[in-house]
């Protein structure tokens, strides 16, 4: 899901009350940030705060959690 907004200008986004609400809360309701800050080398994406990917309530409460992202769940989950 791109999430965005009319009245915050795209680059202003990342530094926005709404962007800061989604990532303290976007899991509550099954939703992760797909590419967070300092993942870039795990997801081969940079950093985009307006980028968001259902996985559940249960699986995003894990990656919110242990701070990672979709890829490193996933390799996590195989591994055990």
Same mark, same amino acid.
């Not at 590419?35 to 409460?61: C, E, I, L, Q, W």
């Given at each position: 899901?791109?999430? &965005? /907004?009319?009245? #915050?200008?795209?680059?202003?986004?990342? @530094? /926005?009350?709404?962007?800061?609400?989604?990532? =303290?809360? /976007?899991?509550? !309701?099954?939703? #992760?940030? *797909?590419?967070?800050? *300092?993942? &870039?080398? /795990? @997801? $081969?994406? =940079? !950093?985009? =705060?307006?980028?968001? *990917?259902?996985?559940?309530?249960?699986? =995003?409460?894990? #990656? !919110?959690?242990? $701070?990672?992202?979709?890829?490193? !769940? $996933?390799?996590?989950?195989?591994?055990?």
């Amino acid at each position: 899901v791109s999430i &965005a /907004s009319k009245s #915050i200008a795209y680059q202003e986004f990342e @530094t /926005s009350a709404l962007s800061q609400w989604l990532e =303290a809360h /976007s899991y509550e !309701y099954g939703f #992760i940030l *797909r590419y967070p800050k *300092r993942m &870039a080398s /795990s @997801t $081969n994406h =940079a !950093y985009d =705060a307006h980028y968001y *990917r259902f996985v559940g309530k249960k699986n =995003a409460n894990k #990656i !919110y959690k242990e $701070n990672s992202c979709i890829e490193e !769940y $996933n390799q996590k989950e195989v591994a055990e």
